[in-house]
C-alpha cells in the first residue's frame, strides 16, 4: 500500500475544510488583533489610573468624615470601611453591557449544552478514567507552562515543567498517571497572557469572550496569538483533535461541576461574581499566588 | 577576669593561669556553651510564651483538626446535609469574625445602616457562607493542608497567614486567611481560595444589590438564596 492512497482514504472534514478556508488568513489576523488589542489595553489603562485615583481619594474622604462624625472610638469601625489592603480590582467595566449579554449566552449555552454533558460524563465514567483524561491534558498543558516560564525568566520553576512532563510522559504513560505531583513536582499554571503580564502589558477592560468565558482584552489578545501554537491543536489526524478538543472541555467542566456544586445560588449576581473571582485569580496567577498586598 | 578563673580552677591544673597567660581555650570553649546554653533556653521559653498566639499555628490547628474530623465521619456527613451544616457551624464559624467580615463586604452602606438591618445582614450572609463551606468540603477527599512559612509579624494586630490544600493531582490550591487579634487567639475576616479573597467577590455584588434594591433588598435576596438552598438540601 503506498502513501498516496492512504491519504486518498481520509476524507477531510467539514471543519478542515473551514480551516484550509482560513488559513492564508490567520497569522497576519492574528496579529493585527493582537496589534489592536494590546493598543486599547495601554490607552484603557492610561485612561483608567485617574478614576482609579479618585475612587481611592472618595474612599478616604469617606473613612476622615466617619471619624470627624462619630467621634470617639469610631476609628476602629472607620477601618472596617476601608476595603480589605488587596490591590484594586479594576471597578471599571466599561464593556459591562456588551458582557452581559456574551455572558448570558454563555450561560444558556453552558445549561442547555455543556453542563448536561458535564454531568453525564460525570456520572458514566469511572473516577479513575476521568483522573487520567485530565491528567492527559495537564501533561500537556506542562509543555505551555514550560514556554512561558522561559519566557518569564523563571528557569527553575521551568525545569520543574520540564521534569514532570519527562516523567509523566514516560513513567506516567503518556502523562495518564500522575506521577509527579505524588514526588513533589506541582503542576503551574503559566500562558501567553500571564507572560505579557509579567513583561509589563496592562490587562485593558475585562472581556466576556463567547464560548471561550471570562478574559481580559491582554489576555484575549495572548489566546489569539497562541492558538495555532498549543500542543493540542498539533495532533493529527484531526479527527482525535477535535474529539479531544472536546473532551478537554466536558472534563473540564465536569472537574469544576464536581468541586461546586451547589455553587449557583450562593451568587447574588453571577456576572459579577465571575468576573470579580477572574480577575482576582488571574492577578494572583500572575504573581505565582503571591500578589502584593 | 583572670582572678575569678584562678578561683575556678585547681592549683594543680595544668589549665590554672599563671600570671601574665592568656585565659585558657577550654574556659573560653565553656563559657561558649554557657551562652549557647542561655540562649537556647531563652528561645525556647519566649518560643513557649508565643505558642499561644501565633497566627500560623492557630490555622494550622484548626484546619488540621478539621480535616482529622471530616475524614473520621465523611460518609455520615455526606448523607445528611443538616448534620453538615451543623458541623460547620460548630467548628469553623466560632473561629470567623462574621460581623466584621460582613461589614467589609457590605462597604461604605454598612454605617448607614441600622443595628438590625446589620444584624440581619450578618445572619444571612453567615449561613450562606456556612452553605458555601459546607459544600466545598463534600469534595474533600485525600487533600493535606501545608502551611507556608510565615512572613508577618506575629505581634501584629492583622496579619495574613498563608496555606495550600495539596492533592494527589493537579495544582495544590491556595488557601490564605486575614486574621486579627482577639486577646489571646485570633479571628479569621477574610478567607481566599485560589487567589480569590471572598470578602471581595461579595463586595460589587452586595454594591450593586444596595443601589438597585437599598439595604433591605440584599437582606431580601440573601434570605431568598438561603431559603432556596434550604430547600434544595434537605
Not at chain 1, 482609579?52 to 474622604?61: C, F, G, I, P, V
Not at chain 1, 521534569?163 to 510522559?169: D, E, G, H, L, Y
Not at chain 1, 445560588?265 to 492577578?283: G, V
Not at chain 2, 490550591?173 to 489571646?184: A, N, P, S, V
Request: proline share 6%; aromatic share 8%.
Amino acid at each position: 500500500m503506498n502513501k498516496s492512497s492512504c491519504i486518498a482514504k481520509l476524507k477531510p472534514s467539514p471543519l478542515d475544510r473551514l480551516r484550509a478556508l482560513l488559513k492564508p488568513l490567520c497569522m497576519r489576523m492574528r496579529l493585527l488583533v493582537f496589534v489592536f488589542c494590546s493598543s486599547v489595553a495601554w490607552h484603557v489603562s492610561a485612561s483608567a489610573q485617574p478614576v482609579q485615583d479618585a475612587l481611592e481619594k472618595s474612599q478616604n474622604m469617606l473613612i476622615e468624615v466617619a471619624v470627624n462624625n462619630a467621634g470617639p472610638g469610631s476609628l476602629e469601625k472607620a477601618a472596617w470601611i476601608r476595603p480589605a489592603e488587596s490591590a484594586a480590582v479594576l471597578a471599571s467595566d466599561p464593556l459591562e453591557s456588551i458582557n452581559r449579554a456574551v455572558f448570558g449566552f454563555n450561560d444558556q449555552l453552558d445549561r442547555r449544552f455543556v453542563k448536561p454533558i458535564a454531568s453525564a460524563y460525570l456520572n458514566t465514567v469511572p473516577r479513575p478514567l476521568r483522573e487520567g483524561f485530565g491528567n492527559m491534558l495537564l501533561n500537556l498543558d506542562d509543555l505551555v507552562s514550560l514556554v512561558n516560564q522561559l519566557l518569564q525568566g523563571k528557569p527553575s520553576k521551568a525545569a520543574v515543567s520540564l521534569a514532570r512532563f519527562i516523567v509523566n510522559s514516560s513513567i506516567g504513560i503518556v502523562g495518564f498517571f500522575d506521577v509527579a505531583t505524588e514526588s513533589g513536582l506541582y503542576h503551574e499554571t503559566e500562558d501567553l497572557g500571564q507572560t505579557f503580564a509579567v513583561w509589563g502589558m496592562p490587562s485593558g477592560p475585562y472581556l466576556v469572550l463567547p464560548l471561550l468565558g471570562p478574559s481580559t482584552v491582554r489576555d484575549a489578545s495572548a489566546r489569539v496569538l497562541f492558538q495555532p501554537f498549543s500542543p493540542i491543536r498539533q495532533i493529527n489526524p484531526s479527527q482525535t483533535r477535535y474529539v479531544l478538543i472536546a473532551g478537554s472541555v466536558v472534563s473540564g467542566r465536569a472537574e469544576l461541576l464536581e468541586a461546586s456544586q451547589s455553587s449557583g445560588l450562593l451568587m447574588i449576581d453571577r456576572y459579577l461574581f465571575a468576573r470579580d473571582a477572574f480577575l482576582q485569580r488571574r492577578r494572583s496567577l500572575i504573581f505565582d499566588g503571591d500578589p502584593p498586598e | 577576669m583572670l582572678n575569678v578563673t584562678q578561683h575556678l580552677i585547681h592549683r594543680h591544673s595544668p589549665w590554672f593561669p599563671k600570671t601574665g597567660h592568656r585565659l585558657p581555650w577550654l574556659l573560653i570553649a565553656r563559657s561558649w556553651q554557657v551562652s549557647l546554653l542561655a540562649i537556647l533556653v531563652l528561645s525556647l521559653l519566649s518560643l513557649q510564651a508565643a505558642a499561644q498566639t501565633r497566627p500560623d499555628e492557630f490555622v494550622g490547628r484548626i484546619s488540621n483538626e478539621i480535616l482529622e474530623k471530616v475524614r473520621q465521619q465523611r460518609q455520615e456527613l455526606l448523607n445528611n446535609p443538616q448534620k453538615l451544616n451543623d458541623f460547620v457551624s460548630q467548628l469553623v464559624m466560632p473561629h470567623v469574625d462574621f460581623e466584621r467580615m460582613t461589614a467589609l463586604a457590605v462597604g461604605r452602606s454598612w454605617r448607614s445602616a441600622t443595628p438590625e438591618q446589620q444584624q440581619k445582614i450578618s445572619l444571612e450572609f453567615r449561613n450562606l457562607l456556612t452553605r458555601t463551606y459546607a459544600g466545598a468540603m463534600q469534595s474533600l477527599r485525600d487533600q493535606k493542608i501545608r502551611l507556608k512559612p510565615f512572613r508577618g509579624d506575629a505581634a501584629d494586630a492583622e496579619v495574613v497567614v498563608r496555606s495550600e490544600i495539596v492533592g494527589s493531582r493537579g495544582d495544590p490550591i491556595g488557601l490564605d486567611y486575614r486574621l486579627f487579634r482577639q486577646g489571646e487567639s485570633w479571628k479569621i475576616y477574610d478567607i481566599n481560595i485560589a487567589g480569590v479573597w471572598l470578602v471581595e467577590t461579595y463586595r460589587n455584588q452586595f454594591a450593586a444589590e444596595i443601589n438597585a434594591r437599598g439595604l433591605d433588598g440584599l437582606i431580601a435576596t440573601l434570605a431568598d438564596r438561603n431559603r432556596a438552598l434550604e430547600a434544595r438540601k434537605l
